[in-house]
């Protein structure tokens, strides 16, 4: 980050192309998790999808739920950017008057899951290599019908994908997830700076 | 209506005869007829009436401690109705140190209204779109450094505050806004003048409010004065319901804040702070770049004392404009897309930037990989998400900026100015070639024409440069910031994140009002001007005494440069039309005057000086004036268009 180079004004040549300042957000990209406490008040959803979607940032999965303070509620966000970028995004949301805690636990020992259901087309010729397959990935069968059936797959995003991608060869009829939730391994809390 | 006797001999330019036509004496601001010049510079509607009389000792009892006065009951203002959501509404004002409101009723927002005459030390001024009320309050809130407060009723009411809103929120600028909404029984009905305004305004405030019970009023308001006031300041928007307003209200002033999700960094990091001074020890090169920051944290005076005690030039962004004393030997000038050429010369030359209070925008850094591409960076700012939002930095420091300053002064040596000559010497050669033509950029002088940076230095020279001078957008704005010369903090407001025309002449209503003391000009073009031009009676009215500087060229002069300059002198809709301005201001009753050659300017303005009230100037500027230099968009700042420039012949 730090410019280099030979400034014409101390000295240097004055040919010289000066160094080009370094944009934020354009470094590689990859998959981060942001833990978002947020006030239990009416319309949070609402600023945080309208702040990402305003700061052009692009959300791939998002999971809303209580937590046990009924007053505060947890988002767990997973988007796609460099280091800067996803910072920054941390920071607006930080501007939000609503948000309590902004955590970026991409890279802390966590524990990370994501349900989804698969309605999968299987009749009596196939059912049983579908349901070898899910069974090979800990998914249960959860409903069952003579042309289909629905497995509930539980597991990290790249699990399920990976389920997912052995079960489309089947014929995939349905397919809802849950978006990841994540908690952090230990006896750490995300949460324990803002019990009130 | 007869003519006053102090009135200065107004100036007569070519086709048309200037006029001074006076006041109306249906506005009852006169306190005789025709006779209201013996006291100059009177805020108080119907002055001299015991309307007037209450309204002032009200304002006098609230300025005296405005924090935490004693509110009077309704019982001890000799009322026996129920206090109601509206009653709370003004109370929690007062509360909050406002004195005025600049607002416009509404259907729903009438039970606040049928409340408002039984708070006289809450003044309100009925504006004639709440776009004035909103640039208004902005302005109120610049020019005073307190909380704006501005009102609609819902639906247009409230969408018309918009963009004021979104003004305020760019610049960050300290503002409740009010707005009532349908009853909240009909709410997502489709009724009469409902739109989901909290929803509109969400990305455009700092916080927002829909208020449905009337006891949630007290509350919401402390918190939105705290929130709009504290950290980096900007726009707090409370909707209430009509059965909010009307309902009982039997809540109280809270004694504290319950916001954990609002806690503004204000003191820098220690370690952060010795580094920064670790930077300027290295440096050889520095520069401070002073943005609004500076302004609102009220650092003024520990930024020239830094400045002075390390022997650091500073240049301001467009919003840092009167953070130094322009005359200050260290005050090097303003910095952009618009800014002075020695100044972009240091910027990019520079081997350390110390950046206070201001946040990299592209009109300040051009195309970022160019920018000063060998200076680090010291980043000094209260949000956080400013740090490395547009610009990568060394040394960040999240803090209010006079805090950050005062512990870094201690830290910084004291440097010879004698061991930076070379550096300044070859700043002043810069600065020497920048500022070498009078009037730069101009060429005006050429047949005699008037150009617009000789007027608006000669209103800088002439108020003393102690005027508040308020600036509407596009060419006008950027020859305010560049020849008018600002000395005192906080006398220059301009309309700089959302470039919002028509900001100028409401602007400078509110900081008339929020600085009764400080003469008050609005430099506006003619096309900003005929945005907001239905305030002129509002200035009437209330008896406000902005000066309006018309510079007139009949032309979006912003907008023609660029097509001459960028699109190759295809002026599409960039000529415009404009009424005769004697007849404008004579049918407001506002008197007007008229200036068209350069001889005539300061006559003119002597003239609008003397006016007890409002006043008009028409300057009947060159139609083809350009700022120069201009740094083309996407460019650089070593990349700056100029003028190519002939010596005058005599």
């Known amino acids: ?196 | 209506m007869g003519t006053r006797d102090d009135a200065p001999t107004p100036l007569a330019g070519p086709g048309r005869t200037a006029t001074d036509t006076g006041g109306p004496s249906t506005t009852g601001h006169s306190t005789a007829n025709g006779s209201r010049s013996s006291q100059r510079i009177n805020h108080m509607p119907g002055a001299g009436t015991a309307r007037a009389e209450e309204i002032s000792a009200g304002r006098r009892e609230m300025l005296a401690d405005t924090r935490r006065l004693q509110i009077k009951s309704l019982a001890e203002r000799g009322l026996t109705r129920p206090r109601i959501g509206a009653d709370a509404v003004c109370e929690s004002l007062l509360h909050q140190g406002a004195d005025v409101v600049f607002g416009f009723p509404g259907g729903v927002l009438l039970p606040l209204y049928d409340v408002l005459g039984d708070y006289p030390e809450l003044r309100h001024i009925l504006v004639r779109h709440e776009q004035g009320a909103a640039h208004a309050a902005d302005g109120y809130a610049r020019a005073s450094g307190k909380v704006g407060v501005c009102m609609g009723t819902s639906g247009p009411g409230a969408t018309n505050l918009v963009t004021g809103i979104g003004n305020a929120m760019l610049d960050s600028i300290p503002m409740v806004a009010i707005t009532a909404n349908v009853v909240s029984s009909l709410l997502g009905k489709d009724a009469f003048q409902e739109i989901d305004i909290t929803g509109i305004t969400l990305p455009c405030t700092k916080h927002n409010y829909l208020v449905r019970d009337a006891n949630d009023i007290p509350r919401v308001f402390a918190e939105a004065f705290h929130i709009a006031a504290t950290g980096r300041p900007g726009p707090v928007h409370i909707d209430l319901t009509k059965d909010a307003l009307m309902a009982v209200c039997t809540a109280q002033q809270p004694d504290k804040l319950d916001l954990p999700g609002f806690k503004p960094n204000l003191d820098g990091n220690y370690r952060q702070i010795k580094l920064a001074a670790q930077e300027i020890a290295a440096a050889q090169r520095p520069v401070i770049l002073a943005g609004h920051g500076v302004l609102i944290a009220d650092a003024v005076d520990e930024l020239r004392e830094l400045a002075e005690k390390a022997q650091i030039p500073v240049a301001h962004t467009l919003l840092g404009v009167s953070a130094m004393d322009e005359t200050h030997p260290l005050s090097l000038g303003w910095v952009g897309m618009h800014g002075w050429k020695h100044v972009n010369k240091t910027i990019q030359s520079s081997d350390l930037i110390i950046a206070l209070g201001m946040r990299f925008d592209d009109r300040v850094t051009g195309h970022v990989p160019t920018f000063a591409p060998y200076a680090r960076i010291v980043h000094v700012d209260i949000d956080p998400a400013e740090i490395g939002k547009n610009v990568a930095v060394e040394v960040p420091i999240v803090g209010d900026v006079k805090r950050v300053l005062r512990a870094l002064i201690p830290q910084v040596a004291q440097v010879d100015p004698q061991t930076r000559a070379a550096y300044f010497a070859e700043i002043e050669a810069w600065r020497a070639e920048s500022e070498r033509t009078p009037w730069h950029g101009s060429g005006a002088w050429r047949n005699g024409q008037l150009s617009a940076d000789y007027v608006v230095s000669r209103i800088g020279e002439a108020t003393g440069h102690d005027a508040t001078i308020v600036a509407d957008v596009g060419q006008n704005q950027m020859w305010v910031a560049r020849y008018t010369g600002f000395r005192r903090p906080n006398s220059h407001i301009s309309s700089g994140g959302l470039g919002t025309m028509g900001f100028g002449v409401p602007a400078a209503m509110g900081a008339a009002v929020g600085r009764p003391d400080k003469e008050t000009w609005a430099i506006v073009g003619d096309g900003g001007f005929q945005m907001t031009i239905q305030e002129l009676m509002t200035l009437v009215q209330d008896h406000i005494p902005v000066r309006i500087a018309l510079l007139d060229n009949h032309k979006l002069g912003m907008i023609r440069q660029w097509q001459e300059l960028v699109y190759a002198g295809n002026y599409h809709s960039s000529h415009l039309l404009g009424p005769d301005w004697m007849k404008l201001a004579e049918a407001y009753g506002i008197p007007g005057f008229t200036a068209a050659k350069p001889e005539e300017v300061d006559t003119a303005i002597a003239a609008a000086r003397a006016v007890d009230g409002p006043a008009l100037v028409n300057f009947q500027i060159a139609e083809e004036q350009n700022v120069f230099p201009m740094m083309p968009a996407g460019k650089g700042l070593s990349d700056l268009l100029e003028e190519q420039f002939e010596e005058p012949k005599q």
Do not use: C, W
Not at chain 1, 29 to 43: A, D
Not at chain 1, 126 to 138: D, F, Q, W
């Open chain 1, 1 to 196: 980050m730090t410019p280099t180079g030979s400034n014409p004004a101390q000295g240097g040549p004055a040919h010289t192309a000066p160094p080009a300042r370094p944009l934020p957000g354009k470094g590689e990209q990859h998959r981060h998790v942001l833990v978002t406490i947020v006030l239990n008040r009416p319309g949070v959803l609402n600023r945080v999808a309208s702040l990402m979607r305003a700061r052009n940032f692009n959300i791939e999965t998002l999971a809303v739920s209580h937590t046990d303070q009924p007053e505060v509620s947890r988002m767990t966000i997973t988007l796609r950017g460099d280091d800067v970028a996803v910072e920054q995004a941390a920071k607006q949301l930080y501007r939000l008057i609503d948000v309590l805690k902004v955590q970026d636990v991409t890279s802390d020992p966590i524990v990370e899951h994501e349900i989804a259901l698969i309605k999968v087309r299987a009749d009596d010729r196939n059912r049983g290599e579908v349901l070898t397959i899910a069974e090979m990935y800990k998914a249960r069968v959860v409903d069952l019908a003579a042309e289909s059936l629905i497995v509930e797959a539980t597991g990290t995003e790249s699990e399920v994908d990976a389920l997912i991608a052995l079960l489309r060869g089947f014929g995939i009829k349905e397919l809802v997830r849950s978006g990841t939730v994540v908690m952090s391994r230990g006896a750490g809390s995300i949460e324990e700076a803002v019990k009130r």
